[in-house]
Structure formats: C-alpha cells, structure tokens
C-alpha cells in the first residue's frame, strides 16, 4: 500500500511540477511579447533601422518625409537627398530593393535644376507612385513614378504636373484622382487642387481645378470614405470640403472645427469619428517648444468627441524632455491609435524618435513601450523626428525621419 501511494505521490507532484513549469513558460512568453511592443523589430534592416546618407556625408540633408506600404510588403518613403528629391524602396526585410531606381534609390530634380523635396506620397492601386514636391520658386510639381521607379511621362507632362501653390500635401481618391493643398504665389490665399488620374486639372473641382482653403495655410489632409475632404490648417482647426471643393457647412461652424491642438496629423475612424494629433499648445517649454503629444477627436459633425480622453482630448509628455511634438498618426484594426514625432531637449540637443499608443478611449496603453511610450535615441548632439508613419497588416509599425537632417531614415518597430 505505502508503495502505491508514494508512486502515486511521485506521479502527481511530478504532474504539478510540469504544469507549473508549463504555466510559467506561459506566463514568460505573454510577458515577452508584452514587453516587445514598441521595441525596435530586430529583423528589419540594421537592429531595426535603415538607414542612408549620401556618399561622404558631406553634410547635405536627407530627410524621409513620407512612407507608404505596396501591396506586396515594400517599403517606399520619400523625401531630400541633398538638393534633390529622393525615393527610396526597401524589401520587407529593409534591405534596398536593388530592382528599384538604381541600386534601390531614385535621385531626381522633376522641375529642373531648381532645389526641390518631396513632402506627399501615396500607391496607387496599380503600383505607381504618386508624389508631391516643392520648389520655389515654380510652386508644387506632381509626379508619378513606375513600380521600377522611372518617371511615368503618360502623367502630366512628361511625367508631371505644375501648380501654381507651394506646399507637400497630397490625397488619393479611390477613383485614382490626386489631391493637393498649398498656398500662392497665384493663389495668395491657402487652396485644394485636383487632378484627374492622367495628371491634368479637373475642372469639376472648384473652379478650373481649384478651391480656396478657410483658415491659416494647410498641415494635413485626409479623405473620408465617402469622399469629403478633411485639412488641418495652421490656426489650429480642422475644415471639411465637399467633393466639388466647396466648404462642407454641416461641418463645426461652417465648415470649421477648433481644436486644443494644433495638428499635424489626421485620421478618419470607420465609424466616422474624425482624431486630430499634433502639438500641445497649452503650454510651451522656455525655449518656446511643444512638451506634448496632443489628440483631438471630433464627431462626424466636427463637434468635440467629449468620451475620448479628458473631455475629448489627450496630452502626453515624455519624461525628461522640453521638446515634444507628434507629427504623424495611424490608426489600428482594434481601434488602437499611434501617434510619431520627436521628444528631447534642445539644451543639450538629443532629440529622439519618439511613439505613443492609446486606445480607443484615449487612454495610453501600458502594453507599448514604456507605460505607452516608446523612444529611439540617437545620442548626443542629435536632432532626430519621425514624419511619417504606415501599419503592416501583422500590426508591425514602420516610420520614417530623419537623425540630424543628413541621414534619410525608415525604421520598423514591434506592435504587438
């Protein structure tokens, strides 16, 4: 009898001790993979960020201002390289795409020998890239380029298209027409332009192709899903237009919404709702800089959504930092929002990529980073900011900036 019951002892502590062995592997993984979230993705490019410069390093700027997913997982960003624009298409993996451009890289002047930057991107449906520079003193110029990175010369003319305002916002309409906003010198005042998807002015919009802009100049655009057109503008409000260009009145106070912050940023919810993400401007450091991230988000009215944050606002602060402003945003399938920029101080510089994640109600997720907070230093003496941000589908966050203005940079971090 004792025989028995010390096996039967032996088999059960045995049995426990492999469940408790199992529950905690569990217990590690779920810890492990909570505490990646906002973590640099290690397999993408060099420790998760790729980097380029121009050969020397001769001080001449490289900025990525803009990235965008094709549908087979590339990377492509835009931006400066040195005096001219650039394009830039990485593997999934954030090695250069050696069948793009030359070598992976696309060096142009499409207005000339005139200094220009590429400042708007977006892929259209068929693979093309569609992309928005400025150059003083032409005004915007419109381009599109093939999937190999040569200039599509059926677009425009020649391959682009000049307007005459200055500014880097673009919007493409699922019809595959391409939306613009900018300011003078023609147009004195802030205005939308559209083309059609062959790079000539559409006439149905506005007048000849043009509609003037409400507010102070333009910081952000976005479409909506049934076409209107949402811009942030400089005085801190955002404005909706019909898809004729003219001024949305069912919108705010006709056609304006006031914000808390001022945006660089928006994006549209599926149920309508409408997040606006910038910089703080209650309260500025002594240097006279932003010390936030501030959310916005607004009823499809444009009235004040007061069940998001703290009556309808959230502000976030890095630790540490004088220097804090979000300039990008993207929105998760779960509801989840992801706001970019930078966080650092001015004095000693050392600027750092910086990202913040929040739910749905507006609350920072615990899950991200640290405490929802995430940032990338790049040592002292650095003055590095996130511009653009993309959502891979396995929730994977892929942005693009700059480190000290002469080092063209994509990075890719965990989500979840």
Do not use: W
């Amino acid at each position: 009898m004792k025989t028995i019951l010390k096996k039967f002892a032996g088999n059960f502590l045995s049995t426990r001790l492999s469940q408790l062995v199992v529950c905690a592997a569990l217990v590690s993984a779920s810890t492990l993979t909570l505490a990646q979230a906002g973590h640099l993705d290690k397999s993408f490019a060099k420790g998760g960020i790729f980097s380029f410069q121009l050969n020397g390093n001769d001080g001449n700027s490289c900025i990525a201002n803009a990235v965008a997913l094709q549908s087979d997982g590339k990377i492509v960003a835009a931006g400066q390289l040195g005096d001219q624009s650039g394009l830039i298409r990485l593997n999934p993996n954030g090695t250069l795409d050696t069948s793009f451009g030359n070598g992976g890289v696309v060096v142009t002047r499409i207005g000339g020998d005139i200094e220009q930057v590429f400042g708007g991107l977006a892929i259209q449906s068929d693979g093309k890239i569609v992309v928005v520079a400025t150059a003083v003193p032409q005004g915007e110029q419109v381009a599109r380029f093939n999937t190999d990175g040569s200039l599509d010369t059926t677009f425009g003319a020649a391959g682009v298209a000049n307007l005459p305002l200055n500014g880097d916002l673009l919007a493409l309409q699922s019809d595959g027409k391409i939306i613009v906003a900018g300011q003078g010198p023609a147009f004195p005042s802030a205005s939308l332009a559209r083309l059609n998807s062959n790079g000539q002015l559409d006439p149905t919009f506005g007048s000849g192709g043009f509609a003037p802009l409400q507010g102070f100049g333009s910081r952000a655009i976005a479409l909506q899903s049934d076409g209107k057109i949402l811009v942030a503008s400089g005085g801190a409000s955002l404005g909706r237009y019909n898809q004729d260009g003219s001024v949305d009145k069912t919108f705010g106070i006709f056609g304006q919404a006031a914000s808390i912050a001022l945006p660089s940023a928006i994006a549209v919810q599926s149920d309508g709702k409408i997040l606006a993400a910038g910089a703080d401007t209650s309260k500025v450091s002594a240097t006279g800089n932003s010390t936030g991230f501030a959310l916005v988000r607004f009823n499809s009215d444009g009235s004040i959504d007061t069940t998001f944050g703290a009556h309808g606002g959230a502000v976030t602060g890095f630790p540490n930092t004088t220097v804090t402003s979000a300039f990008a945003a993207a929105l998760q399938p779960n509801g989840d929002i992801v706001a970019v920029g930078e966080a650092g101080n001015n004095n000693p510089l050392t600027e750092a990529f910086a990202l913040a994640r929040y739910s749905g109600s507006g609350k920072l997720d615990p899950t991200f980073g640290n405490g929802g907070r995430a940032t990338t230093g790049f040592g002292s003496a650095a003055d590095a900011f996130i511009t653009s941000i993309v959502l891979q589908s396995d929730r994977k966050i892929v942005v693009a900036g700059t480190n000290g203005g002469t080092s063209f940079e994509v990075a890719r971090y965990l989500g979840q």
